[in-house]
């Protein structure tokens, strides 16, 4: 899937914002095109909403929320929120700059363009899951069989921990490459003996499959699987105080979900977004772990722990090392800001 282009009506103010700049500079004098030219980037960039990818996840149909209750237009920030049908699409089109932030786990986002984590969404606590046929009771039965999963993203680095806990490695094991979306249909055809997949695809898994069942899932590595919302370096230096409130936005969608006295019309927003039956939905929250701001805190620590997301970036940094996408350990540190968190959290 291509990535969508920026809508054309956004050209006019950024034209308008060239123009002033323009007739400061016939005023002033070329001493100043310089600072001119950094002034017509920012004007551009202040005239445009931000643009944040997201797709089909728990945790981040939490957005859906901030939507449908005008948080952000309440937080003073303007916000497009594109939606992808597809994971792999979303990041196509934050590469190809077509947006401003991601919904991304973390893992994944080390192998893409430049990004800095601002807020941790959650980690997956069961939801992500590594799933058998019929037969097959547990990850030492796969032992010559054919695993089918996207390689190079979260499920294959599932994988990779799942065939470590149970004494086996890849070499133990042939990998079939298959779309997560299709994943249901490659376990159902018999093509593959197992699947690695996460919500929604895992539990339509579970229930097309006869006899299918979840050998190993995230909630046997708690920590190991982090979501964020991660931004452009330079979006972030540009527009901090906007991302600010986008985090502040966030925490304000966990306090209407968590609230009992809102918490079914949250989840009624959620679930209408992937037109899911909101029972349906409720039980599978359960397999994503959210992070509120105390929990966005204890994660963020500099830690090499999978309660960390510094440990499960390290984790992932080592898997990319050994899979030969790219051959020397990353520095962490400048995709991880915790900054924003703290200002809004810390007491």
């Given amino acids: 899937m291509k990535p969508t282009k920026r809508f054309s009506f956004l050209i006019a103010p950024c034209t308008l914002a060239a123009c002033a700049v323009l007739a400061f500079l016939m005023i002033d004098g070329p001493a100043n095109t310089s600072a001119s030219a950094a002034n017509t980037v920012t004007l551009a960039r202040a005239a445009k909403p931000l643009t944040i990818g997201y797709s089909d996840w728990p945790g981040w149909l939490v957005l859906e929320i901030a939507k449908a209750k005008d948080f952000f237009k309440d937080a003073g920030v303007e916000v497009e929120l594109k939606w992808f049908d597809d994971y792999g699409a979303s990041i196509d089109a934050y590469t190809a700059n077509k947006l401003d932030g991601i919904m991304i786990a973390c893992g994944d986002s080390l192998k893409e363009k430049a990004s800095i984590i601002i807020v941790l969404t959650d980690y997956s606590d069961g939801n992500d899951m590594i799933i058998g046929k019929k037969g097959l009771d547990s990850i030492k039965d796969l032992k010559g069989k054919t695993i089918g999963l996207e390689i190079n993203v979260v499920e294959h680095m599932l994988l990779a921990k799942a065939l470590e806990a149970n004494g086996l490695t890849e070499a133990d094991v042939t990998i079939a490459k298959v779309k997560t979306e299709e994943t249901t249909a490659a376990l159902k055809s018999g093509k593959v003996d197992a699947v690695g997949a996460w919500y929604p695809i895992s539990g339509r898994t579970l229930a097309e499959v006869a006899g299918s069942k979840p050998l190993y899932t995230s909630k046997d590595a708690p920590g190991l699987i982090y979501d964020a919302l991660q931004v452009d370096p330079e979006s972030l230096k540009a527009r901090r105080d906007e991302w600010k409130k986008v985090v502040g936005v966030w925490f304000k969608c966990l306090e209407y979900l968590n609230d009992p006295k809102t918490h079914d019309d949250a989840v009624k927003i959620m679930a209408k977004r992937i037109s899911a039956k909101p029972e349906d939905l409720e039980k599978n929250l359960k397999g994503t772990h959210l992070l509120d701001g105390e929990g966005n805190l204890k994660a963020l620590r500099k830690r090499k722990t999978l309660d960390t997301v510094f440990g499960s970036l390290q ?27 703290k200002e809004l959290v810390a007491k």
Avoid: C, N, R
Wanted: charge should be negative; proline fraction near 11%; aromatic fraction near 14%.
């Fill in 315 to 341: 984790t992932a940094d080592q898997f990319y090392i050994s899979h030969k996408v790219y051959e020397k350990p990353l520095k962490l540190d400048p995709f991880v800001d915790p900054t924003l968190v």
